[in-house]
Each structure stands twice: as structure tokens, then as C-alpha cells.
């Protein structure tokens, strides 16, 4: 059963500050989605990764995805408060339909 | 705004009772996905629907049912609810039947039982 764990779970940073989460995933894949989650909200897509070595940047978001490695990372540059959230990764097993997500890494950026 | 409408947004109901939420996929998508949010279990896939019929099937329990509608909105069955019920319930959407796109969610479902 395909299992997919981040770290950290929780994150308190400081604004201006660089840092990474990271996504391990026990099965092999090679479809791998990032998403936002504010509180009580939806989730707002961020990043969709769909092969070996993808990387792809949005502002100060870049996620990158190592199939071999099972190992996904979101790397945050210069911090600011509004990128405060919860965010998630999800991998799609190879013939599944579903997503399984990770725990979430709650990230908290401080002034 | 993701183009998929969930109803409605806020739920309060006792334990025994039944609810039925719905979901208006984006225009175009012909599969839905539901999944449910709580604290201990976090975001679980329940169940997909691809253009009206059962496509994959997730940690849905016996309980819970869903379904399809030629118009492709979908609704999901809780009944018999009890405490552990209570979550945050997602809709989202695809073209196809495959995952190789990105889903878009709803707004979701609070779902309080009491």
C-alpha cells in the first residue's frame, strides 16, 4: 500500500528565511502533485510534477520531483507571511485513480 | 475560484441521521472524487465517479454511498452517522479518468455531528 510521509510537520520560520519540505513515497509513481491548504479551506493546486527530475517554480515556490529516490521537495525562498498554510503533497500509484496525501506540513512564518 | 461547487458548505446534525452533500465538478470534468479531511485521519480518498459509473473505490465505509448523475454532479450518502463522522468533506474533478492532470477541489463540506 502506497504510503507518502512529509517532514516536517510543523514549520516556524522567520520571514526572509530559506527552507525545505520534504515528501517520501513507499511505491513507485511518477505523478506527484503539491497543494496549499489555508485554514479551513480548500486546497489550491500549486504544483503538478509528472516526470523524473520535474522542477517548476512559482514565485518564491520551487517543487522538484526524483522518481528514483521517491523524494519530492518544496523549497521556500526569502519567506514571506502569506505563504503561512498548510500544505500537502499527493501521489498518484501508478494505474490508481486515487491521490494519497501526506500528512500536511503546517508552516507558520514569522514576522 | 476552482470551478467545482460543493453544498453545502456547513452541516450540524445528531448521530443516527442521514445527510446527503453535493458537488457540481467543473465544466467539462467527467470524474469526481471524494475525499475526507478529519484531524486523526487526515485527507483519505473515499471514492471516484467517471462519467456516472463507480471507478475506484477508497477507505469508504459500508455506511457511506455515492453516486453519479447523468448531468455529472455527485452526491455523497452518510447515514446512520456517528461522532467520528464529523469532518471536512472534499469534492474535486477531473477531465478524465486519470489522475495525469491536476484535481481541482471544492470548497468542501464541514460536517458536524452531534
Known amino acids: 500500500e502506497l504510503k507518502v510521509e512529509q517532514n516536517p510537520l510543523f514549520l516556524s520560520m522567520q520571514e526572509g528565511k530559506n527552507y525545505t519540505i520534504y515528501c517520501n513515497y513507499s511505491?513507485?509513481?511518477?505523478?506527484l502533485y503539491w497543494y496549499r491548504q489555508d485554514p479551513g479551506k480548500s486546497l489550491e493546486s500549486l504544483f503538478v510534477?509528472?516526470?523524473?527530475?520535474a522542477v517548476k517554480q512559482e514565485g518564491r515556490l520551487m517543487a522538484s520531483l526524483d522518481t528514483k529516490a521517491r523524494l519530492s521537495t518544496l523549497h521556500i525562498t526569502a519567506a514571506v507571511h502569506d505563504l503561512s498554510a498548510t500544505y500537502f503533497c499527493a501521489v498518484a500509484p501508478r494505474g490508481a485513480q486515487k491521490l494519497v496525501f501526506g500528512q500536511g506540513t503546517r508552516l507558520t512564518i514569522n514576522p | 475560484d476552482s470551478g467545482v461547487t460543493q453544498t453545502p458548505k456547513h452541516l450540524i446534525t445528531a448521530t443516527g441521521q442521514r445527510v446527503t452533500l453535493r458537488c457540481s465538478p467543473r465544466?467539462?470534468?467527467?470524474?469526481v472524487y471524494w475525499y475526507q479531511q478529519s484531524l486523526d485521519q487526515g485527507l483519505q480518498f473515499l471514492i471516484q465517479y467517471y462519467n456516472g459509473e463507480e471507478r475506484a473505490k477508497g477507505n469508504i465505509l459500508e455506511r457511506f454511498s455515492a453516486q453519479q448523475f447523468p448531468d455529472l454532479h455527485s452526491e455523497l450518502n452518510l447515514s446512520s452517522l456517528e461522532l467520528g463522522d464529523s469532518a471536512l468533506y472534499f469534492c474535486?474533478?477531473?477531465?478524465?479518468?486519470?489522475?495525469?492532470?491536476?484535481?481541482?477541489f471544492g470548497q468542501g463540506t464541514r460536517l458536524t455531528v452531534v
Open positions: 511505491t513507485t509513481s511518477d505523478r
Open positions: 510534477l509528472l516526470s523524473n527530475g
Open positions: 465544466s467539462g470534468d467527467l470524474s
Open positions: 474535486a474533478s477531473t477531465p478524465g479518468g486519470h489522475t495525469n492532470t491536476e484535481a481541482f
